[in-house]
């Protein structure tokens, strides 16, 4: 069993929360074609906060990995 480095634990939280924001960007979607306006914009918040904390963890990850 091998030690997974930081490297790819980094890419792989990454990976799984660019997914998450898009799932939640598609239920903005979803939810507008709905005519469910408030929960259009919550979705829609959710995905922005989600892109958010992608660029944060990705800075991180490029100082911790160097």
């Given at each position: 069993?091998?030690?997974?480095?930081?490297?790819?634990?980094?890419?792989?939280?990454?990976?799984?929360?660019?997914?998450?924001?898009?799932?939640?960007?598609?239920?903005?979607?979803?939810?507008?074609?709905?005519?469910?306006?408030?929960?259009?914009?919550?979705?829609?918040?959710?995905?922005?906060?989600?892109?958010?904390?992608?660029?944060?963890?990705t800075?991180?990850?490029?100082?911790g990995?160097?």
């Amino acid at each position: 069993m091998s030690v997974p480095s930081k490297g790819e634990s980094f890419a792989k939280l990454i990976e799984y929360l660019r997914k998450a924001q898009e799932e939640a960007a598609t239920l903005a979607h979803l939810a507008r074609a709905n005519d469910d306006r408030p929960m259009a914009l919550g979705w829609l918040t959710v995905s922005e906060l989600m892109k958010k904390q992608i660029y944060q963890i990705t800075q991180m990850a490029m100082k911790g990995v160097h």
